[in-house]
């Protein structure tokens, strides 16, 4: 270490500078340790310094470190400087070497990359590493530049890599925004005018104090080295008083959770509910306290309510998340933007689920279990405030909890290891699994309908590629657009931002944007060439970057307890359902169990196998993320068969006692009776314990009964009406909707016909009625019966039905119905309506191959109506287009 000090010492007149000397002797830490020192000297610059052979290899950063991978910093190599050099701040006085104010900004540890030693790596001039201080985490690499003829210094780049931590442009905030001490809390001008309290140790037991620079045994990393047993061979001529303060962090990087299918079933995980809202750290010291994102941004500000709360708290490093709460207390994401927008967040509460710092005691290394009890037992010695509320856990088997969560509308839950440490980072010990499927996405344009705002094209970075995944369609009302569409106006952008094979082409209605925005969406999942099927708007994520957002991928826990079904009455069906978990003769789906699960609804499913009660919850489980967007926010009216196709059916639209909570019950216009309402995927479960064969809503626009926001064309053969004689009348269908600017989709309605269905934009003023609906389909359906009325008619008369096709336009009246989309039908052979895509309706379509059995596999590979809610028209405009051509007709 001497030889290694020589030029160190070389340029320092130890008189006069309080630099330390480096005779202190600093035993080496069981972890390698890092600083960076703000140094103003004759130009400001940042000194990267990393402990290496019992030194610290350091280098001049001119610029600072930077966390956007796109910033490339030149970084001087310098001489080495001893180890007690890292608590140094202060002063050196002008006229010597590196003359000028010393801060010490960053602090904390640091571990090599790779396969090579960190001295080969130097050597060969790629030298990676991972760092995890107080501001800069995650994994950064120092290249080593080409020297030039006559050069004396040796030039490196550091240049930070894509992780958890990196950003996209403005890498360099990170600097501006911690413009204090890390050891003192001081600004550069407090440190030269020798003001403010003194640095806190983190390299040493003792040294000669002089000027600012001062160390004490009693604080940091020495301290704990002293416990360990370690003892400096060096005696300090003075020492300091100890400041009664605590050592806390500034900000600690998060443990983050990987994704799985299912929960861990083995032994020693516990179980929390998954919080959907912000991820946020809050730091209390001294009766103040912050409130950081999982970035470190600081936005105590934003949460002044909870901030206060936690002020009364002892000095404390919690880990949580801030949520706001819907009526019935459950996490609602949609609300926390509202409130945040708004300015309204004294609501919102903060979910503690784990402690990182109880005053000076770093308890990452302490077992989750009893870091947790601590927490509980620190919150209720706080006096258990409203805005603060602790996380309890769950230790029973993960299945059941995740059901559980589910059943309550929840998002799901995080598993976690009782006795792991808290680690930064992606770890293994952490682990979520989601009751619907969720994900992040950045949004790269928006499309338009004659200039209204109508759905988002979304992407996510694979590698360096931004990616094309689909459109988001749903969940975006007109409080929701007014909040968004300023935000995407001001990201407006000349070209396309994606790349790669599927990206969507250059088109009048779609404005490109620059991918910085990120949204969270729900959606029915993906598709087998990586787009999402049927995807919900929640919000937008501030506290995320956009070059985070990577598509992400669900794994199966390698441990995982499956319990064993009793013995079924029959083995096709004890097959079927193997995971299913029966309580006495139920059988839960979705959390809703299921009485009888065996009794036979259908006969078959034309397959010779019976279609039982617990079979109808399945499929419904199977198809409702996607079912559920096409049903939710109307009336439904339901065909119950609870004793089989064979027995009583009937027909319920209103609510009855003994309704489940799972399903809506909504009053409407000119009924005294609440109707009923399925506004969530386990509702569909409790429609199958009533025997619920049928699902038939209103066609209204969701929330909104007295307006159309569908129109439904019935294509009803009569005898001797081949199918593909329907087929070709529902493309006529098509094409005369088309003429009229408006957009269809078509169904198979489980029987011998089809539906031909056009989506409806909704306007901001006045609204069109159900009376111009209904006209408006008449019209069109009287036009093509004028037009062949060999083979078309639009009077329900069965008489006159004989070889030709009913055009059935009543479906769209205000109380009329029409079946779902994916519902099955009372009807042998157990069919269902399945929505296709019109390159499926040609000549030898077979209707009778979609059933409950065969839908859910079909369902996977499937595209069909993934643009749905891209193809809302105005029906105003189509009115007058058509009353031109029944003019000229006439």
């Given at each position: 270490?001497a030889?290694?000090l020589?030029?160190?010492?070389?340029k320092?007149?130890?008189?006069?500078?309080?630099?330390?000397?480096?005779?202190?002797?600093?035993?080496?830490?069981?972890?390698?340790?890092?600083?960076?020192?703000?140094?103003?000297?004759?130009?400001?610059?940042?000194d990267?310094?990393?402990?290496?052979?019992?030194?610290?290899?350091?280098?001049?950063?001119?610029?600072?470190?930077s966390?956007?991978?796109?910033?490339?910093?030149?970084a001087?190599e310098?001489?080495?400087h001893p180890?007690?050099?890292g608590?140094?701040e202060?002063?050196?006085?002008?006229?010597?070497?590196?003359?000028?104010?010393?801060?010490?900004?960053?602090?904390?540890?640091?571990?090599p990359?790779?396969?090579?030693?960190?001295?080969?790596?130097?050597?060969k001039?790629?030298?990676?590493?991972?760092l995890?201080?107080?501001?800069?985490?995650?994994?950064?690499v120092?290249?080593?530049?080409?020297?030039?003829e006559?050069e004396?210094r040796?030039?490196?780049?550091l240049i930070?890599?894509?992780?958890?931590?990196?950003?996209?442009e403005?890498g360099?905030?990170?600097?501006?925004?911690?413009?204090?001490?890390?050891?003192?809390?001081?600004?550069?001008e407090?440190i030269?005018?020798?003001k403010?309290?003194?640095?806190?140790?983190?390299m040493?037991?003792?040294?000669?104090?002089e000027?600012?620079a001062?160390w004490?045994s009693?604080?940091?990393l020495?301290?704990e080295?002293?416990?360990?047993?370690?003892?400096?061979?060096?005696?300090?001529?003075?020492k300091?008083?100890?400041?009664?303060?605590t050592?806390?962090?500034?900000?600690?990087?998060?443990?983050?959770c990987?994704?799985?299918a299912?929960?861990?079933g083995?032994?020693?995980w516990?179980?929390?509910?998954?919080?959907?809202?912000?991820r946020v750290?809050?730091?209390?010291?001294?009766?103040?306290?912050?409130l950081?994102?999982?970035k470190?941004?600081?936005?105590?500000?934003k949460?002044?309510?909870?901030?206060?709360?936690?002020?009364a708290l002892?000095?404390?490093?919690i880990?949580g998340?801030?949520?706001a709460?819907?009526?019935?207390?459950?996490?609602?994401?949609?609300?926390?933007q509202a409130?945040?927008?708004?300015g309204?967040?004294d609501?919102?509460?903060?979910?503690?689920?784990?402690f990182?710092?109880?005053?000076?005691?770093?308890?990452r290394?302490?077992?989750?279990?009893?870091?947790?009890?601590?927490?509980?037992?620190?919150?209720?010695?706080?006096g258990?405030?409203p805005?603060?509320?602790?996380?309890?856990?769950?230790?029973?088997?993960?299945?059941a909890?995740?059901?559980s969560a589910c059943?309550?509308?929840?998002?799901?839950?995080?598993?976690?290891?009782?006795?792991?440490?808290?680690?930064?980072?992606?770890?293994?010990?952490?682990?979520?699994?989601?009751?619907?499927?969720?994900?992040?996405?950045?949004i790269?344009?928006?499309?338009?309908?004659?200039g209204a705002?109508r759905s988002?094209?979304?992407?996510?970075?694979?590698?360096?590629?931004?990616?094309?995944?689909?459109?988001?369609?749903?969940?975006f009302?007109?409080k929701?657009?007014?909040?968004?569409?300023p935000k995407?106006q001001?990201?407006?952008?000349?070209?396309?931002p994606?790349?790669?094979?599927?990206?969507?082409?250059?088109?009048?209605?779609?404005?490109w944007?620059?991918?910085e925005?990120?949204?969270?969406?729900?959606?029915?999942?993906?598709?087998?060439?990586?787009q999402?099927?049927?995807?919900?708007?929640k919000?937008?994520?501030?506290?995320k970057?956009a070059?985070?957002?990577?598509?992400?991928?669900?794994?199966e826990p390698?441990?995982?307890e499956?319990?064993?079904?009793?013995?079924?009455?029959?083995p096709?069906?004890?097959?079927?359902?193997?995971?299913?978990l029966?309580?006495?003769?139920?059988?839960?789906?979705?959390g809703?169990?299921?009485?009888?699960?065996?009794?036979e609804?259908?006969p078959?499913?034309l397959?010779?196998?019976p279609?039982?009660?617990?079979?109808?919850a399945?499929?419904?489980e199977?198809?409702?993320?996607?079912?559920?967007?096409?049903i939710?926010?109307?009336?439904?009216?339901?065909?119950?068969?609870?004793?089989?196709?064979?027995?009583?059916?009937?027909?319920?639209r209103?609510?009855?006692?003994?309704?489940?909570?799972?399903?809506?019950?909504?009053k409407?216009?000119?009924?005294?009776?609440?109707?009923?309402?399925i506004?969530?995927?386990?509702?569909?479960?409790a429609?199958?314990?009533?025997?619920?064969?049928e699902?038939?809503?209103w066609?209204?626009?969701?929330?909104?009964?007295?307006?159309?926001g569908?129109?439904?064309?019935?294509?009803?053969?009569?005898?001797?009406?081949?199918?593909?004689?329907?087929?070709?009348?529902?493309?006529e269908?098509?094409?005369?909707?088309?003429?009229?600017?408006?957009v269809?989709?078509c169904?198979?309605?489980g029987?011998?016909?089809?539906?031909?269905v056009?989506?409806?934009?909704v306007?901001?003023?006045k609204?069109l009625?159900?009376?111009e609906?209904?006209?408006?389909?008449?019209?069109?359906?009287?036009?093509m019966?004028?037009?062949n009325?060999?083979?078309?008619?639009?009077?329900?008369?069965?008489?006159?039905r004989?070889g030709?096709i009913?055009?059935?336009?009543?479906?769209?009246?205000?109380?009329?119905?029409?079946?779902?989309?994916?519902?099955p039908?009372?009807?042998?052979?157990?069919?269902?309506?399945?929505p296709?895509?019109?390159?499926q309706v040609?000549?030898?379509?077979?209707?009778?191959?979609?059933?409950?059995?065969?839908v859910?596999?079909l369902?996977k590979?499937?595209t069909?109506?993934q643009?749905?809610?891209?193809g809302?028209?105005?029906?105003?405009?189509?009115?007058?287009?058509?009353?031109?051509?029944?003019?000229?007709?006439?």
């Amino acid at each position: 270490m001497a030889d290694n000090l020589k030029k160190y010492r070389a340029k320092r007149d130890f008189k006069k500078t309080s630099e330390p000397s480096g005779e202190l002797v600093v035993k080496q830490s069981n972890r390698r340790r890092f600083v960076i020192q703000k140094h103003d000297a004759s130009r400001l610059h940042y000194d990267l310094r990393i402990e290496m052979d019992g030194v610290f290899k350091s280098w001049a950063v001119t610029k600072g470190p930077s966390l956007d991978p796109g910033d490339k910093r030149l970084a001087v190599e310098v001489e080495d400087h001893p180890l007690d050099y890292g608590d140094f701040e202060g002063t050196i006085p002008k006229g010597e070497y590196g003359g000028g104010t010393v801060m010490l900004w960053d602090r904390g540890y640091w571990e090599p990359e790779g396969n090579k030693s960190p001295e080969q790596a130097l050597a060969k001039g790629d030298f990676k590493f991972t760092l995890e201080g107080q501001r800069l985490h995650g994994s950064f690499v120092l290249v080593r530049m080409r020297g030039r003829e006559g050069e004396k210094r040796t030039n490196w780049l550091l240049i930070k890599h894509r992780d958890d931590y990196s950003v996209e442009e403005d890498g360099a905030a990170v600097l501006e925004e911690n413009d204090t001490s890390v050891a003192s809390g001081r600004t550069m001008e407090a440190i030269a005018a020798g003001k403010g309290r003194k640095p806190k140790p983190f390299m040493t037991e003792g040294a000669t104090v002089e000027a600012d620079a001062v160390w004490d045994s009693s604080e940091g990393l020495a301290a704990e080295e002293r416990k360990a047993g370690t003892k400096s061979k060096a005696k300090p001529t003075k020492k300091a008083k100890a400041p009664p303060r605590t050592t806390l962090p500034d900000f600690i990087a998060p443990q983050l959770c990987e994704t799985l299918a299912r929960p861990p079933g083995a032994k020693g995980w516990i179980h929390e509910i998954k919080f959907d809202g912000y991820r946020v750290q809050a730091r209390v010291e001294d009766g103040k306290s912050t409130l950081k994102t999982r970035k470190g941004l600081d936005w105590t500000s934003k949460f002044s309510a909870i901030a206060e709360a936690a002020s009364a708290l002892p000095n404390s490093i919690i880990d949580g998340e801030i949520c706001a709460l819907d009526e019935n207390g459950a996490p609602d994401f949609a609300a926390l933007q509202a409130a945040i927008s708004e300015g309204k967040t004294d609501d919102l509460v903060y979910f503690a689920f784990d402690f990182l710092y109880d005053g000076d005691e770093d308890l990452r290394d302490h077992p989750l279990a009893d870091r947790k009890e601590r927490l509980a037992a620190m919150l209720s010695e706080g006096g258990d405030d409203p805005l603060l509320r602790f996380v309890e856990h769950f230790e029973t088997g993960g299945d059941a909890v995740l059901k559980s969560a589910c059943r309550l509308s929840l998002e799901g839950i995080v598993s976690k290891k009782a006795d792991a440490p808290y680690r930064s980072g992606r770890t293994d010990t952490w682990a979520k699994s989601k009751c619907r499927a969720g994900h992040e996405v950045v949004i790269g344009a928006y499309a338009t309908t004659n200039g209204a705002f109508r759905s988002l094209l979304v992407g996510v970075y694979r590698g360096n590629h931004f990616v094309h995944v689909g459109r988001v369609g749903t969940g975006f009302g007109a409080k929701v657009v007014d909040q968004i569409l300023p935000k995407l106006q001001k990201l407006e952008a000349a070209k396309s931002p994606f790349t790669g094979i599927g990206a969507p082409k250059k088109s009048p209605d779609i404005v490109w944007l620059k991918p910085e925005l990120v949204a969270e969406i729900e959606f029915a999942g993906w598709t087998a060439d990586g787009q999402v099927r049927q995807a919900s708007f929640k919000g937008l994520r501030e506290d995320k970057p956009a070059k985070e957002v990577e598509a992400e991928k669900p794994a199966e826990p390698n441990e995982v307890e499956t319990p064993e079904p009793e013995a079924a009455s029959k083995p096709s069906q004890a097959k079927k359902s193997p995971s299913r978990l029966r309580k006495g003769a139920k059988v839960d789906v979705m959390g809703v169990l299921i009485s009888s699960p065996d009794k036979e609804l259908w006969p078959d499913a034309l397959d010779d196998e019976p279609v039982t009660k617990v079979d109808l919850a399945e499929y419904y489980e199977a198809v409702g993320s996607w079912l559920i967007n096409h049903i939710k926010g109307r009336p439904c009216s339901i065909i119950r068969t609870p004793d089989g196709l064979g027995g009583e059916q009937f027909f319920q639209r209103h609510a009855m006692q003994g309704t489940s909570n799972l399903v809506e019950q909504v009053k409407v216009r000119g009924d005294k009776q609440p109707y009923l309402q399925i506004d969530r995927v386990e509702g569909l479960a409790a429609v199958a314990q009533i025997g619920g064969a049928e699902l038939h809503p209103w066609n209204c626009e969701p929330d909104q009964p007295e307006v159309p926001g569908r129109l439904v064309f019935d294509l009803d053969p009569g005898p001797d009406v081949d199918f593909d004689t329907v087929i070709e009348g529902a493309r006529e269908i098509r094409d005369r909707l088309e003429e009229l600017g408006l957009v269809s989709f078509c169904k198979t309605t489980g029987g011998k016909g089809l539906h031909v269905v056009t989506p409806l934009a909704v306007s901001k003023g006045k609204k069109l009625s159900w009376d111009e609906g209904k006209a408006f389909a008449h019209d069109v359906c009287l036009q093509m019966a004028r037009d062949n009325p060999d083979l078309y008619l639009i009077k329900m008369s069965k008489a006159q039905r004989e070889g030709r096709i009913f055009l059935d336009y009543l479906r769209n009246d205000r109380t009329s119905t029409a079946v779902a989309p994916l519902s099955p039908r009372a009807r042998p052979g157990a069919t269902v309506s399945m929505p296709l895509n019109w390159s499926q309706v040609k000549k030898g379509l077979d209707p009778k191959r979609f059933t409950v059995r065969t839908v859910p596999g079909l369902l996977k590979d499937s595209t069909a109506w993934q643009d749905y809610c891209d193809g809302q028209r105005s029906l105003e405009q189509a009115i007058k287009r058509l009353a031109k051509v029944m003019k000229r007709a006439a």
